[in-house]
């Protein structure tokens, strides 16, 4: 089935930066559409970004759209995440996903474990 | 925006009852594209319905998704022990997808 393993979360001021990786291994990272999605602890799911397979289609929620950019390196078999501008309310575990297909706009079939990005001053 | 909107928010079951999950959406949308995901304390979550009603691969048949417009439904025909999770309902329509609040089945 394959792996999927985050990297880069920490503790970081309000109006910070960090950029998130997300390694795929096991599988053709570049015949899939990946997403990133959060959890603060104890809480529920909330889709972040998504990018198809080759980076020509993204979305972002309007919560972080403007601060976060998406984007996929099909040689690296790698995805990131860039987040700027940093809030309290991004706190939580940052998930990367893949889909089924080549879009982003499809089920969700396997989860990495996270990274957990903290804002506080 | 579309807007999911599981209930109950906590539904208390023993083993071998019915669980029925309910996942209502602010507008119409389209059934090929409500998912539902199990998520159990410490793991990711676990893909058991695409389509509203297809099975993903693995998930026995006590799993089961209906509905159509706004108003769609997991049901777990007889729980079992490992059945006790937390469900997220999920939409992928649009360019900017959703999941529902979650749906926790205890014992």
């Known amino acids: 089935e394959g792996q999927l393993v985050e990297s880069g979360g920490g503790v970081v001021r309000p109006g910070g930066s960090l950029r998130l990786s997300c390694a795929g291994s096991?599988?053709?990272?570049?015949?899939?559409?990946m997403n990133w999605v959060r959890q603060a602890p104890g809480k529920g799911l909330e889709w972040v970004s998504g990018i198809n397979r080759n980076g020509g289609s993204i979305g972002y929620a309007d919560s972080v759209k403007g601060r976060f950019t998406i984007s996929r390196d099909n040689a690296k078999n790698s995805l990131y995440l860039q987040m700027n501008s940093l809030r309290a309310e991004d706190t939580g575990f940052y998930h990367c996903a893949r889909v089924t297909t080549g879009d982003y706009r499809d089920p969700f079939d396997f989860w990495g474990q996270g990274t957990l990005v903290t804002v506080s001053s | 925006e579309i807007v999911l909107t599981q209930s109950p928010d906590t539904l208390s079951l023993s083993p071998g009852e019915r669980a029925t999950l309910s996942c209502r959406a602010s507008?119409?949308?389209?059934?090929?594209?409500l998912g539902w995901y199990q998520q159990k304390p410490g793991q990711t979550p676990r893909l058991l319905i695409y389509g509203a009603s297809s099975r993903a691969t693995g998930i026995p048949d006590r799993f089961s998704g209906s509905g159509s417009g706004t108003d769609f439904t997991l049901t777990i025909s007889r729980l079992e022990p490992g059945d006790f999770a937390v469900y997220f309902c999920?939409?992928?329509?649009?360019?900017?997808?959703?999941f529902g609040g979650g749906t926790k089945v205890e014992i």
């Open positions: 999920h939409y992928y329509g649009t360019s900017l997808l959703t």
């Open positions: 507008q119409s949308v389209s059934r090929s594209y």
């Open positions: 096991g599988f053709t990272f570049e015949d899939h559409g």
